[in-house]
């Protein structure tokens, strides 16, 4: 199964720090574990309602089957379950998104 990652992120680079919060984060990394590439793109839902939510049913869209992030709230948590989506939650603020892609690769 292909392995396509969604890690949330304060900046637009790969020296940029995992952003804690997953529903209003700054932007999303998104890898590629198979082609081992990645794209960074702007959190459409961060000044929205039920942003955590929003941003689930769009990672879903786009083949994300692991979420990377700091926390998320329970209706996120329930939804990523409810998709089987794996969540891995980093309680590490000071970790840059380089360092994340390491370990995953």
């Not at 890898?31 to 081992?36: A, H, Q, S, Y």
């Not at 960074?40 to 786009?62: M, S, T, Y």
Request: net charge positive; aromatic share 6%.
């Amino acid at each position: 199964m292909k392995k396509m990652y969604a890690i949330s992120s304060k900046g637009k680079t790969l020296k940029s720090f995992l952003d804690i919060r997953f529903g209003r984060c700054e932007n999303i990394v998104l890898f590629d574990g198979e082609k081992k590439d990645h794209a960074i793109i702007e959190n459409p839902f961060k000044e929205e309602d039920k942003a955590g939510v929003q941003l689930v049913e769009f990672l879903k869209k786009h083949g994300v089957s692991i979420v990377v992030t700091g926390e998320v709230g329970p209706k996120v948590q329930e939804l990523l379950k409810k998709h089987g989506t794996q969540l891995v939650l980093i309680d590490e603020e000071r970790i840059k998104i380089e360092d994340v892609l390491n370990k995953i690769k």
